[in-house]
């Protein structure tokens, strides 16, 4: 599923930029390196990143509770 169609790049890649360390807690670093270091353009996408990104950290936080 395309997250964002401006620059164009998935869930999947999404995906694999939260795995990074470096980026995964700031939608603008996500966002560069799921676009190959592009800017958002109309920015109807960094919401849906933002809560994706919420996601994964609330993943990431219940799995460090265990
Ligand atoms: S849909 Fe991502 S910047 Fe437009």
Redesign the pocket.
């Known amino acids: 599923m395309y ?5 164009p790049f998935t869930d999947k890649d999404l995906d694999s930029a939260l795995k990074d360390d470096t980026v995964k807690n700031n939608a603008s670093a996500v ?1 560069k390196a799921c676009s190959g270091g592009e800017k ?7 919401c849906e990143i933002r809560e994706r990104i919420n996601a994964h950290n609330a993943e990431a936080m219940l799995l460090a509770a265990e």
């Not at 997250?3 to 620059?7: A, H, R």
């Not at 958002?40 to 960094?46: D, M, N, Y």
């Open positions: 997250i964002c169609v401006c620059n966002y958002p353009c109309c920015g109807t996408c960094i």
